[in-house]
């Protein structure tokens, strides 16, 4: 089944304590990336992927990182996390995005964050 | 950069009657429109799309149009069922090599049985 996979759903950290929230996508897509979503603000980009070793920020990227080492995985890291990351987290992912026809985004099933 | 916004942010309905979420959008550079459901628990999944040179598409229960003049587009349901309660967002983005996707805030769709 085609999917975007991310893990895990659920995470509660505290101030400080760096984490990882994987996302890997079995699709063979080029285009990966990182949203997230607040109350109020819809969904705000953080970071994507064009391709293998190729990043960029988004609309949102202060206090994440991410890495693109193999075409179905891309991580979202937080080093230092704080409360104000607390958020409800979604990885996505799409075809070749230099084609026209490929602009559906798949999304994968969330994980909810809290930092306290 | 491209902003959009939607309205309402909440909606509630009688299962059977029509329910309308309406976007604006910024940048007339835009030419692709989605709209994607978002399921309780659940990422969002597209459910229809709307490019510039076309002002309505539908599917079975959902229409969406679009004002390429006035910058807005809609989606349309109609004789709404209780699944169709979700979060529903609309976006905007300009097709062709990198398209940066930007999505509106999002309506809380609510039909009532």
């Known amino acids: 089944e085609a999917q975007v996979t991310q893990n895990p759903r659920y995470l509660i950290t505290v101030t400080g304590k760096k984490l990882t929230v994987t996302c890997s996508q079995n699709?063979?897509?080029?285009?990966m990336s990182w949203y997230r979503q607040d109350p109020g603000l819809g969904l705000r980009q953080i970071y994507y992927?064009?391709?293998?070793?190729?990043?960029d920020k988004g609309d949102v990227p202060e206090g994440y990182k991410v890495s693109r080492k193999e075409k179905r995985n891309f991580p979202l890291i937080l080093e230092s996390p704080s409360p104000n990351q607390t958020s409800l987290y979604f990885c996505?992912?799409?075809?070749?995005?230099?084609?026209?026809?490929?602009?559906?985004?798949?999304f994968g099933s969330g994980t909810q964050l809290s930092v306290l | 950069g491209e902003n959009v916004e939607q309205h309402p942010s909440t909606l509630s309905v009688q299962e059977g009657d029509s329910a309308v979420i309406k976007c604006t959008y910024s940048?007339?550079?835009?030419?692709?429109f989605p709209w994607y459901k978002q399921e309780l628990g659940k990422g969002p999944q597209l459910i229809i799309d709307?490019?510039?040179?076309?002002g309505e598409k539908k599917d079975q229960r959902i229409a969406v149009t679009l004002n390429k003049t006035a910058k807005h587009f809609s989606l349309h349901i109609t004789e709404t069922q209780p699944e169709d309660s979700a979060v529903y967002f609309c976006?905007?983005?300009?097709?062709?090599?990198?398209?940066?996707?930007?999505f509106g805030t999002g309506t809380k769709l609510q039909v009532i049985p």
């Open positions: 996505a992912s799409r075809r070749d995005p230099g084609l026209t026809s490929n602009e559906k985004l798949f």
């Open positions: 699709m063979n897509h080029e285009y």
């Open positions: 992927s064009m391709n293998v070793e190729v990043t």
């Open positions: 940048d007339s550079a835009s030419n692709y």
């Open positions: 709307i490019r510039s040179n076309v």
């Open positions: 976006a905007a983005s300009y097709s062709g090599g990198y398209q940066k996707v930007t």
